[in-house]
């Protein structure tokens, strides 16, 4: 038996000819909707599911930058984000199709888990770009306020029917109750297409946080992060 | 129309002598799965363990051992769910690639999973763990498992594709604390590759195929001569040589990229298409405010 946990999911595989334009991409909808019904199939609440035009940067910014992420990201316990994604001067950036408000999403206006988040995945290109230390805090320490675990890839991911499993793999793992953390590199690393994973925890202690890293799965939806005071990771490359 | 970049090229044909092979439907039961979980030394005794069955998979869980076997693919995966990707909280693993490859090769030969003869390393990865604090920066970093991929080799071919691969998993001891099998059987030899297309014709069959998707710059990292395998779920019926293209699709400002990889079948008589048609996006409802 596993806690419930509300779920919502983004992701864009088509751009128009205008300022927020990028190439299309074929399989996001495939990781997204993969992971939002394989997490409905396990009993789990589909709160939203915006797909190409219907996905807004807003959807993830705070409040205090002008955003409405405590309607949307922050207000589901479970996000997973499927697009471009790229990381300069340490801020992850998000793209999107079109601009509500703007075309790049940037995580240093980001405040994720002040409200309810506990897990938000990024399956795009460069949650990080390397695993050195001062890296990896100087991008993530800032934006998780209460966020239990973030996912993603080290340098950049792939858009290819090799891998467009990995959501629908990743949402069975995590709705069935499994450790999410091992999911995540289980499911998107890859020997083939040389993805490299990232999974990253909060922790208001260094044991806290690893313990997250190597044993948390949903049913910790309200084992609350009281304070991020260390972050604890683990990648395969 | 994008601008398409051969960063590195197959000039020459590839001078192999090639086969369409057909492939042996590998008919899992939950028998067939016991006998598979018994001879990674679980008991397969059902008072002690339980079976898990869903759309693609059986899995057989006994103590902490997890056996799954696919069911359209016949790929295994074997975990010892207790070490399997777990930090024990102290492991730091400091042994180098070549003695990770020297014990994951004795772990296939003893388990039988293929002969040395017919696979060759294609990469050693590991698993790491790192912690820091926020105020101080202090923190620390260790290496916990060594997966190390094996690829499987035909006709002195390598095989690409998710398919066609062993991965070992060991511990900071070098014991085995995961397998992954995707292996298909070979039936018989169907036909005999006739003559091979040209590398040119693949990247016109590129060229086409990601001109009418993309809009700036793909760059075509490398051209590989292989034979294909799918995936775990994936039906396949025959294995077949193929030109295989990752590349890289990038932004207009550059800075947004992302991989994907195309396949085009190397035989002037291939089985099917493998590429998948392009997808058509479906028109959304609009969102409203």
């Avoid at chain 1, 909808?29 to 009993?43: C, K, L, P």
């Avoid at chain 1, 939203?48 to 207000?75: K, Y």
């Avoid at chain 2, 679980?42 to 869980?61: A, H, I, M, P, W």
Wanted: with cysteine; hydrophobic share 35%; net charge positive.
């Amino acid at each position: 038996m596993t806690l419930q946990v509300r779920v919502g999911v983004e992701w864009i595989n088509t751009f128009h000819n205008d300022s927020c334009n990028q190439n299309n991409l074929s399989y996001r909808d495939d990781h997204a909707v993969g992971f939002y019904n394989e997490m409905g199939s396990h009993g789990h609440s589909k709160i939203f599911n915006f797909g190409n035009d219907n996905a807004w940067e807003t959807d993830f910014r705070h409040p205090d930058h002008g955003g409405d992420s405590l309607n949307w990201l922050d207000n589901v316990h479970f996000c997973y984000y499927s697009d471009h994604g790229g990381n300069w001067g340490n801020v992850m950036h998000i793209c999107f199709a079109v601009q509500h408000q703007h075309c790049l999403g940037s995580s240093d206006k980001w405040r994720l888990g002040r409200k309810m988040l506990k897990w938000f995945v990024l399956d795009c290109c460069q949650a990080v770009l390397n695993t050195s230390k001062d890296h990896v805090l100087a991008v993530w320490g800032g934006p998780m306020q209460g966020v239990h675990l973030v996912f993603g890839f080290i340098g950049n991911g792939s858009d290819s029917w090799w891998n467009d499993d990995l959501g629908s793999d990743f949402g069975d793992d995590a709705g069935r109750g499994n450790k999410l953390a091992n999911a995540w590199l289980d499911h998107a690393y890859s020997f083939w297409l040389n993805d490299d994973a990232i999974a990253i925890a909060a922790g208001a202690s260094q044991s806290e946080a690893i313990n997250r890293r190597e044993n948390e799965s949903i049913n910790w939806r309200d084992y609350a992060v009281t304070s991020t005071n260390w972050l604890a990771w683990k990648w395969r490359s | 129309m994008p601008e398409i970049k051969f960063l590195s090229t197959l000039e020459n044909l590839p001078q192999a002598r090639t086969q369409i092979y057909r492939l042996t439907p590998p008919g899992i039961t939950r028998g067939k799965l016991i006998d598979t979980a018994m001879a990674f030394g679980v008991s397969g005794n059902l008072g002690r363990g339980r079976f898990q069955e869903d759309e693609n998979k059986y899995t057989y869980l006994e103590g902490q051992f997890s056996v799954t076997v696919y069911k359209v693919s016949g790929g295994l995966r074997y975990q010892d769910i207790s070490r399997w990707q777990i930090d024990d909280g102290k492991s730091n693993i400091k042994y180098d690639d070549k003695t990770a490859i020297k014990r994951a090769q004795e772990i296939v030969r003893k388990y039988k999973l293929a002969s040395l003869k017919e696979l060759r390393v294609l990469k050693v990865s590991r698993l790491h763990v790192g912690s820091i604090e926020l105020a101080t920066r202090k923190g620390d970093e260790r290496i916990i498992d060594v997966g190390i991929a094996f690829q499987r080799v035909i006709d002195r071919i390598p095989v690409d594709g998710p398919g066609g691969k062993i991965v070992v998993y060991l511990d900071q001891q070098g014991e085995v604390t995961g397998i992954d099998r995707l292996w298909r059987n070979i039936k018989d030899a169907y036909r005999p590759v006739t003559k091979l297309r040209s590398p040119k014709l693949a990247e016109e069959d590129l060229r086409r195929y990601w001109s009418k998707h993309t809009s700036y710059q793909i760059n075509v990292n490398e051209t590989r001569f292989a034979y294909f395998e799918l995936g775990w779920k994936e039906t396949q019926k025959y294995l077949q040589p193929v030109y295989v293209m990752p590349m890289t699709i990038l932004s207009a400002s550059g800075r947004s990229v992302m991989k994907s990889v195309h396949v085009y079948e190397a035989a002037t008589n291939p089985v099917g298409k493998i590429m998948p048609t392009p997808k058509i996006q479906p028109r959304l409802p609009k969102r409203q405010e």
